[in-house]
């Protein structure tokens, strides 16, 4: 079965730049989505369809692709960044997601 | 205002059947733009999507779980349901109802979870 791998773990001072990657067969066919969850919340939907960026998501979000990796970038990170992301794509029986980053800001 | 609302018990016993209901305000279930999706996260752990339903009916399950869930959905209530068969304390978990823009798409509102234990 398909899958999407991303990093356990990122850590970034503030001020820098984050970045979040995503590896997975089905991307080069597929769009991708990125969510943000902090703790206790559900997930918030930061960018959709690989790289846009949904009203409301700060312009410091933003994503892109290329082959079978997809990439957030996170411009500089604010304390308030600090959350697991996860990655979504799809494969043959519906939507699928990435095993999730925890973004740790030093 | 959007707003989905899971809703059932917290506690189900091993071997028994998770049931769980989603009430969506703000809008209309049978809105042809969208399909509606359950998705769990163990405690601790990552997301993983069980299964979506169009408003006729259409539903999509991940291959893993599909002999052990069903999804319905009650269009005159604005609500869809998850029924999980034969739970293992693996399922124990929170699951959140959401609003997907198309079969392989995004979700773009959810609920605010709800936790199910397995458990004796």
């Known amino acids: 079965s398909s899958e999407l791998t991303q990093p356990p773990s990122v850590s970034v001072s503030p001020g820098q730049t984050a970045r979040i990657t995503c590896s997975g067969d089905?991307?080069?066919?597929?769009?991708a989505f990125w969510y943000q969850q902090r703790p206790g919340q559900a997930p918030v939907l930061v960018i959709s369809k690989d790289s846009e960026r949904p009203s409301g998501i700060p312009e410091r979000f933003s994503g892109s692709s290329s082959g079978t990796t997809v990439t957030l970038t996170i411009s500089g990170v604010q304390a308030e960044d600090e959350a697991d992301y996860y990655c979504?794509?799809?494969?043959?029986?519906?939507?699928?997601f990435g095993g999730g980053t925890k973004l740790t800001v030093l | 205002q959007l707003q989905l609302q899971e809703s059932g018990p917290g506690l189900v016993k091993p071997s028994e059947t998770l049931s769980l209901t989603c009430t969506f305000s703000?809008?209309?279930?049978?809105?042809?733009?969208?399909?509606w999706g359950w998705i769990r996260q163990p405690p601790g752990k990552g997301l993983e999507w069980i299964g979506s339903?169009?408003?006729?009916?259409?539903?999509y399950y991940k291959s893993s779980l599909k002999s052990r869930g069903t999804i319905s959905v009650d269009t005159s209530k604005n609500q869809f349901s998850l029924k999980l068969s034969s739970v293992t304390a693996a399922d124990t978990a929170v699951y959140y109802c959401?609003?997907?823009?198309?079969?392989?798409?995004?979700?773009?509102?959810w609920g605010q979870g709800t936790l199910v234990t397995v458990s004796s």
């Open positions: 089905a991307l080069p066919d597929q769009y």
């Open positions: 959401a609003r997907q823009n198309g079969p392989e798409t995004n979700f773009d509102s």
């Open positions: 703000g809008g209309s279930i049978s809105d042809s733009r969208y399909y």
């Open positions: 339903i169009y408003f006729d009916g259409r539903t």
């Open positions: 979504q794509s799809a494969d043959s029986s519906g939507a699928l």
